[in-house]
């Protein structure tokens, strides 16, 4: 089974209806047991971060969350909290990934939403990715680019399309509004065996 963090914020059931598609059995659940029994875990979500996190927290899914072994993947709001801290409500994150969430500078083009192309690393969530292959994003707050990014895109400034550390992986853009090419990673995501041994 594959489970679907519920916690507040909003996208989840387009992400549910996207795994289905691919054939998975997946639930949305806040239930730690139901979390850390799953094959696979997925942290989608729109929304703020400050009244997020306050919700992980309240449910200790914050703690179950960085002690997951299994294939993990952070979409959009996702991803910035698995970060070390947002510019958004001055708020403390998870931590996963050693970076800070900061606001792009206000333009007319903010927030950056359609969409582009990545340059990527090779690593096994971009199987069968072209450079010409283009992702959606909607979002106004960015992830820098650090050790852990395996994908950057540049929008206004360069920024973490995507990053990976042992188990944990996240994307910016949004796998389940990207169309083929954002079916095809999320295939990949959910074919990956591995288990991370700490």
Same mark, same amino acid.
């Given at each position: ?46 929304? +703020?971060?400050? %009244?997020?996190? $306050?919700?992980?927290? =309240?449910?200790? /899914? ?81 992830? +820098?680019?650090? %050790?852990?990014? $395996?994908?950057?895109? =540049?929008?206004? /400034? ?41």
């Amino acid at each position: 089974m594959i489970a679907i963090i519920k916690y507040n914020a909003g996208n989840i059931t387009s992400v549910k209806n996207a795994v289905e598609r691919l054939g998975y059995n997946c639930k949305v659940t806040d239930d730690i047991g139901e979390i850390l029994s799953a094959e696979k875990v997925i942290f989608p979500g729109v929304g +703020e971060a400050e %009244s997020a996190m $306050i919700y992980l927290k =309240n449910k200790r /899914l914050d703690k179950i969350i960085q002690s997951l072994v299994q294939p993990t993947l952070g979409i959009c709001l996702g991803l910035q909290l698995m970060c070390r801290y947002s510019e958004e409500g001055g708020t403390q994150c998870l931590g996963t990934f050693d970076a800070e969430v900061k606001k792009f500078p206000a333009t007319d083009i903010v927030p950056h939403m359609g969409w582009n192309n990545l340059e990527i690393e090779e690593n096994p969530l971009f199987t069968g990715f072209g450079k010409e292959d283009t992702v959606y994003f909607v979002h106004s707050y960015y992830a +820098e680019i650090c %050790s852990e990014t $395996i994908a950057h895109c =540049n929008y206004i /400034l360069p920024f973490s399309a995507a990053m990976q550390k042992n188990n944990f992986y996240a994307t910016q853009f949004h796998p389940e509004k990207s169309g083929d090419v954002g079916e095809r990673m999320l295939k990949n995501f959910l074919e990956l065996l591995e288990l991370f041994q700490p």
